[in-house]
């Protein structure tokens, strides 16, 4: 079956092509639940939240641009909706550089604990970072998909890159011994 063919059907409450619609992407959209999300378990969770959201809202989508990139837009947005009504996304007030830098020169670093260290990350800063530096918005988009000004947005990217910097270092320094908890 074509995807269009399929993408009809989920439009007509085809259940069966609902499940294969879920089979096809749900995995590719799990990462993206899995970076914005704390943990595993949440990131489950905000998987089969984003497919009812999609089923219901299927109909919205008109055949133009890419399928792949409104289904990952709908997914982030399920996630971020969450957040929105939170007020953990106000202004850091430190002096932070904008362009705090993260290189990982060390091959010996896992994606696992890349992973794992991003999602210790408050969710302040795990979601702009993911937006920013994962997912190529601009500190714009951020600004108004979170409901925030854009120098929060900076400043907020700027505080996950150096804690994050600083997870990097002390596992270097440490090794993988010991994985360092969030701060």
């Known amino acids: 079956m074509d995807l269009n063919q399929l993408i009809n059907d989920c439009k007509n409450n085809d259940r069966k092509a609902q499940e294969q619609l879920f089979r096809l992407y749900s995995p590719k959209l799990f990462t993206v639940c899995l970076k914005y999300s704390r943990n595993y378990a949440e990131a489950q969770d905000n998987l089969q939240d984003g497919f009812i959201i999609i089923f219901n809202k ?53 994606l696992d604990y890349l992973l794992k260290i991003i999602q210790e990350l408050p969710d302040r800063y795990r979601l702009v970072f993911n937006l920013y530096v994962n997912d190529d918005y601009s500190h714009a988009e951020i600004a108004e998909m979170l409901s925030i000004n854009i120098g929060t947005s900076k400043s907020n990217l700027s505080r996950a890159r150096m804690i994050l910097k600083e997870k990097i270092e002390q596992y270097k320094t440490e090794g993988n011994k010991k994985l360092p908890s969030a701060k």
């Open 58 to 110: 299927i109909e919205q989508y008109a055949f133009k641009g890419s399928f792949d990139g409104w289904l990952k837009r709908v997914m982030i947005n399920n996630v971020l909706q969450q957040y929105r009504t939170q007020t953990f996304l106000s202004l850091v007030d430190e002096n932070i550089p904008e362009d705090a830098e993260i290189e990982i020169d060390d091959e010996n670093i896992s």
